[in-house]
Each structure stands twice: as structure tokens, then as C-alpha cells.
């Protein structure tokens, strides 16, 4: 198989590892990918667009690509799994509707509501709301406050403080570049993610993991 690695980071050259240890595939290539990428797969760094759909369907196409891997949340957002889905491309990656999970976490915990899923409290401040709507919630979340940025921030959009001014001040900056908050009550205690391969309805669990 002849496979097309999207992304440049370091989750994308863990991909690149264990692809290239597959016997069945005989060809990697990534992009925009990075210098640290060039001794696993062949890098395209002129395709630095990986939220453009139309981009990396012309290069996956330019390369006839068997398969297509996203890593970022950028690209699946955008949709672009879905563009390349339209040319008969396979994808590993969600659809721009299903990576709303990770796109908005208020979606997220929309689903987990509708599933009955347990989860901490939230509420969403949209960006032009009052001072005052602003001051009477934090009044709601305190004095412990969880501050979330409800979109893509690259796992930097949340701050969690015993200060009522840091939260203030982190809700004025995400609402400052356009994106609306999220208020968490605070839940105390380790952290874990569990990540799953699913198809349809199978759903295969990965090992648990912690970012430290």
C-alpha cells in the first residue's frame, strides 16, 4: 500500500513507525511533515495547506495514495476526510461532523448528555456576552474554576485556578480571538484518555493514556 501521512508533529512520526513496520505497505509519504520525517517517508513540505481539502486530495491523488492518514484535528475539522472520501479515497479519520467532538466542547458535552454519559457541569459563554452574564457565572462556578477555549487550541485552551481574576482574564482572551468559553465545575483527581478505533458500530480500545 502506497499511504499519505497528514500532519508534522510527533504523534505523525509514531504513525510513520508503525506503518512503516507493516510488510504490507511499501510506500509512505507525508505532509507537510518535517526534516525529522525524511528517513521514514518521502515529505511534501510544499503542501503545508493540511486544512485546505482541496489541496490534499491534489496530492493524494498526484501520488495515488491507497490510504489516507490524518493526525491533526485542524484537517478533520475542516472536513477535509470527507473531501477525500468524495474521490473514493479511504481515510482513517472522522468526518468534519463526527470531529466536532473534538472541535467544540460543547458539542461534545451535548453527546455526552443525549448518551447519558456522566460529566462534569458546563456552561457556554459566546463571545459579545455582558460583563455582567460573565461575572454571574463564574458567581456559578466557583471558587475553583475550570475555563475551557470551546474550539481547537491545541491542547493550550484551559486554564484551571483558584483565581477568580486569571479566570476572568482567560475568558476575555478566548472571546478575544472569537471563540466562545466553556465553564466546568471542577472535578478532582487524575486524568486518563481512552482512545478508540471505531468502524461502524465496532469499537476496538487503545491502552489508556496520560499527558504529564
Do not use: W
Request: hydrophobic fraction near 45%.
Amino acid at each position: 500500500m502506497r499511504i499519505l501521512v497528514i500532519g508534522s508533529g510527533g504523534r505523525e512520526h509514531a504513525l510513520l513507525t508503525g506503518l512503516k513496520a507493516d510488510p504490507t505497505v511499501t510506500d509512505l509519504h507525508i505532509a507537510p511533515g518535517s526534516p525529522a520525517h525524511a528517513k521514514q517517508a518521502t515529505v511534501h513540505p510544499e503542501y503545508s495547506q493540511v486544512d485546505d481539502p482541496a489541496r490534499m486530495v491534489e496530492l493524494a491523488v498526484d501520488i495515488a495514495a491507497d490510504l489516507v492518514v490524518i493526525g491533526p484535528e485542524v484537517p478533520l475539522v475542516k472536513g477535509v476526510a470527507d473531501a477525500l472520501r468524495e474521490r473514493s479515497i479511504a481515510v482513517f479519520g472522522p468526518s468534519a461532523s463526527a470531529a466536532q467532538i473534538e472541535g467544540s466542547k460543547a458539542f461534545a458535552k451535548d453527546v455526552m448528555a443525549a448518551a447519558g454519559v456522566r460529566t462534569a457541569r458546563a456552561e457556554q459563554l459566546a463571545p459579545g456576552v455582558s460583563d455582567a452574564d460573565i461575572e454571574a457565572a463564574l458567581d456559578r462556578f466557583g471558587p475553583h474554576f475550570v475555563v475551557k477555549d470551546d474550539g481547537l487550541a491545541g491542547g493550550k485552551g484551559v486554564v484551571v485556578t483558584e483565581s477568580r481574576e486569571e479566570a476572568r482574564a482567560h475568558v476575555d482572551a478566548v472571546h478575544a480571538a472569537g471563540n466562545p468559553v466553556l465553564l466546568e465545575s471542577f472535578l478532582d483527581g487524575p486524568e486518563v484518555s481512552l482512545f478508540c478505533l471505531v468502524n461502524g458500530e465496532t469499537v476496538v480500545p487503545l491502552l489508556p493514556a496520560q499527558d504529564h
